[in-house]
């Protein structure tokens, strides 16, 4: 009796996780076609403030309670940040992005992928994060050899640029 119990509950589990074991083994997926690689981007950054910090004079801190009492007073909002990736002397993203937050004060947060086919790539990045209108604030150029089933990651956060590249080679200022 103990024995067809056992039976009968091993059949009963061999047919339950039947369905999962086939769907992990089937269908097979490729998340890059034969010959490509990808390249993400990962911005994480703290743009400049809209309006610099103001200093505040000896009477303006007396007016003020004594547990708010600093010796400057900064706006919150802060810039847009504009981002652009020339690759191989073709325009890959021009974007702007607004500071996360309730008053525009917080990170850009901006994360982005493209595949591509494995080669070598000359890769331009530049980046806008101050106030106004103009040219980039910084620029960096990298050389990439993507191969084939690769990633490379583009890094840019507070005061950091990188290139890391798993399978790829990449080099940069």
């Known amino acids: 009796m103990i024995a067809l119990r056992v039976i009968g509950q091993t059949l009963v589990w061999m047919l339950l996780l039947a369905p999962a074991i086939l769907l992990a083994q089937w269908p097979l997926h490729e998340p890059l076609p034969p010959g490509y690689g990808e390249l993400r981007l990962s911005l994480v950054h703290t743009t400049q403030r809209l309006k610099p ?3 505040l004079s ?3 801190r007396q007016a ?3 547990n708010m009492r600093k010796v400057e007073q900064c706006e919150r ?3 847009p940040a504009r981002t652009w990736i020339e690759l191989a002397g073709r325009g890959l993203l021009d974007a702007t992005v607004m500071p996360k937050g309730l008053h525009n ?3 850009v947060y901006l994360h982005r992928r493209w595949s591509m ?3 070598r790539y000359s890769l331009v990045l530049g980046l806008r994060d101050t106030p106004g209108e103009g040219g980039p604030d910084h620029q960096h150029r990298f050389e990439l050899e993507l ?3 690769a990633s490379a990651l583009l890094l ?3 005061g950091t640029v990188q290139l890391l590249a798993g399978g790829a080679a990449g080099t940069g200022p």
């Open 156 to 158: 840019v956060g507070d």
């Open 77 to 79: 909002a802060r810039a």
């Open 64 to 66: 003020l309670p004594p």
């Open 53 to 55: 910090c103001r200093r």
């Open 117 to 119: 086919p494995a080669g």
């Open 105 to 107: 004060d917080g990170r």
């Open 147 to 149: 191969k084939p089933g």
């Open 58 to 60: 000896p009477v303006e």
